[in-house]
């Protein structure tokens, strides 16, 4: 992982990687418009961002929300990804399109724009969008901006793109990675809370490798389960994730070489998501081992990261491992898991402050936890790029089988709460 | 239910409530201490109190947390009821006295102390205890502390044990009822964020009534599903939850009456915690009917009424409807619950906002919803007393079948992550 020590050199560097991959384009526009669910008459701003395809590709993946109140935007892709071949993607922010009265319709007249204007079918272009729950798509003056965004095809590049998609991040995510002479660009929006079951999650991948879209569809599910679904959760997804792949076939690479390239970058972006996470603070990282089973294991650690108390305790720079140990407790009561005290070793990054059934904690020990949580803070005033790579490491063994999981979550600020007790204004 | 319009008034009604029941005397103290675990020279306050039998108790029940590290007070106290006995219990707050090293040894210590100045034996004194988890009682100080508590037998009432209990609670809770010639008083304090999975609630029912022990151990658990149960929650209960009932069986009583009793009570009392959750300016209330299993309705209404993100919207009278939708499908998609969102109907107090798989949503509503949010919120300048009864309320139809589920819980603010985020200063 890459960090840097100002919001200039962060994007910097992401200008320096932000090239498209061979065989593709993309613009980047905007547009005003009065909600007409909302008692206001403040114009509401909204980006788009367009990737087009040079040529149409055979070879494409997608991973979808399993939330079962998936917005249009998702049910019309997952129908789409079934089709030989695909154009692009056209994504908007700051309106999800779930669940609306004219949602699925609205992308038709959408697509069928792009489609008339860039070649194609409307069957070809794929909607992606992030944003405010239940209002439906300003579809007059979306449809009226893709004449002028279709003529800027080729003057945006990833970063412009990465920019365009954020809603409430507060810096752009993008990662790009040489794979022999292939090249994929990873870009991503991330996801509230950090949690891709409250926010949604958009990422992106382009590459110009030439890749067998069977094992692509194959590959991608795994790599997500490995990356981003490890990124706090109690579940894992909003009403509109995806994470789509696609490949225009100009360089032939080996494909488990891709597999761990395209798995790296996303644990990168996974990682910018959850640095990320709506005024965090810390990033807290739960693994738990010597569970029964991983599924076992996974309930506990997300049990734990996803406590409030733990959570708040962590912004507070506060130790308060009882927190952690009643959250434990707390979850393997309810979901029957079970779990004798007298087995569980609990450490706080290098201190063991819980085993055989009782806490071990004295006054010195509680200093070096103080000063161990201030260290892995962030800064609040500097939001604007991954400062650094520091967490808060919670180790809990069980004691009871083999079985382990790992997941990364934030913690609970006064600025989480500003933010979303009215994300919409 | 009762609602009062200012403190003075709400303390007066409690002061009329509270003398206890025939057979019991009660004490309350306190002294302070400087923790062995904290790097502190500042004392820290407990208070004590003592409830206890004027003859030994025949009849008694209690119900206890199902979190798999449960405190010492909850493992002596599970022990304790198997007894032909009881005499009485005492009551600390401040430490939880959780997997401490000395945590059951320390509960002999004061029980002993007990037993030699009230009479009796140790095990016929419960103990129970609320407030930081990992640190040891200053048994010192408290062992010190028996011989004055004692002495002031007599001189406490329901409301005076009421108020020494407290934690983070803003005002004390206490309900009190005739059953037929009987009385009953319920004692309670709740329950941080008013989650009882996540901070410590504990409840004493007092009575006259004659009763059946296995009768009332039977009736106990049915009561607490029914009531303390349904507030909040993704499962219930932290390290040291109780539920105790005592009877002195001064009074014969028909035992359904009784039960219709003790149930309403413990409704009065769940609703007083859950007004009282730490920084909550709104209660929301979710009921989901339309479910295949109680189960299932039960797992769907929690999720929404634990959602950050709902908790956060509600604090800020923000009618963000596409939340609740959200954390409803991602409930559904993560514990696989069958839901059809052309099935599913929601409404938001009178109004209702998706049905036929869509929103519902224009100016006007919005408009009537901000006030709807606005008129159920609690001034946070006052308190120290339950304002009034109005809630939030969300209402969920699945049509999927017959099952149905209703859960209480509170939204989520600026106060109640500053009171979490260093809790223990």
Same mark, same amino acid.
């Given at each position: 992982m890459e960090f840097f020590d100002s919001e200039a050199a962060w994007l910097e560097h992401l200008r320096s990687q932000s090239s498209l991959p061979r065989g593709f384009q993309a613009a980047v526009g905007n547009l005003t418009f009065i909600p007409a669910e909302r008692p206001t008459e403040k114009p509401y701003a909204m980006n788009l961002a367009l990737i087009r395809a040079n040529s149409p590709l055979q070879s494409f993946a997608g991973v979808f929300t399993r939330n079962r109140m998936p917005g249009a935007p998702v049910l019309v892709a997952r129908r789409r990804m079934q089709q030989p071949q695909l154009r692009g993607v056209l994504i908007n922010n700051r309106i999800s399109n779930v669940c609306s009265p004219t949602g699925v319709e609205d992308i038709g007249r959408l697509s069928g724009e792009l489609a008339r204007l860039c070649g194609g079918t409307a069957e070809e272009y794929l909607s992606a969008s992030t944003g405010i729950i239940g209002w439906s798509l300003p579809i007059e003056p979306m449809a009226a901006a893709m004449p002028p965004l279709v003529e800027q095809l080729g003057r945006a590049d990833g970063l412009d793109v990465a920019r365009a998609i954020m809603t409430t991040d507060s810096f752009p995510k993008l990662r790009a990675a040489q794979c022999g002479e292939a090249r994929i660009v990873g870009i991503a929006k991330g996801a509230g809370m950090i949690e891709p079951n409250l926010a949604t999650m958009l990422v992106f991948f382009l590459t110009d490798a030439t890749l067998d879209r069977g094992r692509l569809q194959a590959m991608l599910p795994r790599i997500v389960d490995r990356t981003f679904n490890c990124i706090s959760i109690d579940g894992d997804q909003s009403t509109s994730d995806m994470v789509l792949t696609m490949s225009s076939g100009a360089h032939p690479v080996a494909e488990d070489r891709f597999e761990l390239c395209l798995t790296a970058l996303a644990a990168q972006l996974a990682q910018d998501i959850v640095r990320n996470g709506e005024g965090a603070e810390h990033v807290i990282r739960v693994r738990v081992h010597g569970a029964a089973e991983p599924r076992e294991a996974a309930t506990l650690a997300k049990a734990v990261v996803n406590s409030p108390l733990v959570k708040t305790a962590v912004y507070g720079n506060d130790p308060n491992v009882g927190r952690v140990i009643g959250a434990l407790g707390d979850c393997a009561g309810n979901c029957d898991i079970p779990l004798d005290p007298r087995s569980v070793t609990l450490s706080i990054g290098s201190e063991q402050v819980f085993a055989d059934g009782v806490f071990r904690l004295d006054k010195e020990k509680e200093?070096?936890?103080?000063?161990?949580?201030? /260290?892995? *803070?962030?800064? !609040?005033?500097?939001?604007?790029? !991954? /400062?650094?790579?520091?967490?808060?490491?919670? +180790?809990?063994?069980? &004691?009871?089988? !083999? *079985?382990?999981?790992?997941?990364? &979550?934030? +913690?609970l600020s006064h600025a989480y709460v500003t933010e979303n007790a009215d994300y919409r204004t």
């Open positions: 200093n070096r936890l103080c000063s161990y949580l201030k /260290q892995a *803070a962030f800064d !609040p005033g500097r939001r604007g790029y !991954p /400062q650094h790579d520091r967490t808060v490491d919670i +180790d809990i063994q069980c &004691g009871t089988g !083999p *079985a382990e999981a790992t997941v990364y &979550g934030s +913690d």
